[in-house]
């Protein structure tokens, strides 16, 4: 059974910096094929993909995120990581790690992903 447990939001001054955590069970970030993401839910706002990675370390980002934010991965402890630097009001929301088995060249589209973690919130102050 596919888990993912996120963690590392809370409260961030705006131009600061914050790395988010996802914890992965039930799958190996070494041996076994899959997608990985990153996906931001502002209030009333729908869900949106804008980092995503797959076994082989091929990344994927929205436009609106370059050089500010980098995903990345511990397989030893079979960890997702999400590095925001630089971060503004429009990145608060809430944070979800996905995921999706048996898959490769990932797009941001979040109906592409099978598994999801309970989210981490995130909030920008001024």
């Known amino acids: 059974q596919v888990q993912l447990v996120e963690s590392g939001g809370g409260s961030v001054q705006g131009g600061g910096s914050l790395r988010l955590s996802c914890v992965a069970s039930?799958?190996?970030?070494?041996?076994?094929?899959?997608?990985m993401g990153w996906f931001r839910q502002a209030p009333g706002q729908e869900r949106a993909g804008f980092a995503v990675?797959?076994?082989?370390?091929?990344?994927n980002y929205a436009d609106s995120v370059k050089g500010r934010i980098t995903i990345s991965k511990d397989s030893a402890k079979n960890t997702l990581y999400l590095q925001i630097n630089n971060l503004k009001p429009e990145d608060a929301g809430m944070y979800y790690c996905?995921?999706?088995?048996?898959?490769?060249?990932?797009?941001?589209?979040?109906?592409?992903?099978?598994?999801w973690g309970q989210g981490t919130q995130v909030t920008v102050s001024s």
């Open positions: 990675t797959d076994t082989w370390d091929k990344t």
């Open positions: 996905a995921a999706v088995m048996q898959e490769y060249n990932c797009p941001t589209r979040s109906s592409f992903f099978k598994y």
């Open positions: 039930g799958f190996n970030l070494v041996y076994d094929t899959y997608c």
